[in-house]
């Protein structure tokens, strides 16, 4: 039942995504995220943006969002709003195949300590997968991988 209600709201968020590329959003619901970002305020992450026009390292990923796009990074608080965003990844690999996604995960200055970079608050550990962390000096920054 629960993979039914998220594929019913993954649903619904692509077809007001549509909608809103097409520039044919309803009246009762406009589009509140500059295409092509988009709309997961439902889940408590705002608009999202999966640019894949460039790569970068994770410090001027950060800079990027900051200064281009007037963002942040992605901090992810619950285990829904993870499963939310796998979800979306798991959509948009037919458009953009699969890639490594930063997010605002970070241990810098703070070894073994993870923390979010905008609202310094501790990651919890749902957001790992069951070998990670596992890089220590080597590897600082969290990412999110689809497929």
């Keep these: 039942t629960m993979m039914l209600v998220w594929l019913y709201l993954l649903h619904a968020v ?10 044919n959003p309803s009246s009762q619901d406009p589009c509140p995220c500059p295409h092509p970002w988009i709309q997961a305020d439902w ?16 410090e001027k990923a950060d800079v990027y969002c900051q200064d281009e796009e007037n963002s942040r990074l992605v901090e992810i608080y619950t285990e829904e709003q993870l499963q939310v965003l796998q979800m979306i990844m798991t959509v948009s690999e037919t458009d953009l195949g699969k890639h490594t996604w930063w997010t605002a995960g970070t241990d810098l200055g703070r070894e ?14 749902f957001g790992w997968a069951s070998t990670q962390p596992d890089g220590g000096t ?10």
Excluded at 112 to 125: D, F, H, K, R, V
Excluded at 138 to 147: A, F, H
């Design 14 to 23: 692509f077809l007001q995504h549509i909608e809103c590329r097409s520039g």
């Design 43 to 58: 889940a408590g992450l705002g608009c999202l943006l999966f640019n894949n026009t460039k790569t970068y390292i994770w």
């Design 112 to 125: 073994g300590e993870w923390y979010w970079a905008g609202s310094l608050t501790p990651i919890e550990s």
């Design 138 to 147: 080597g590897q600082n920054c969290m990412e999110l991988v689809s497929g």
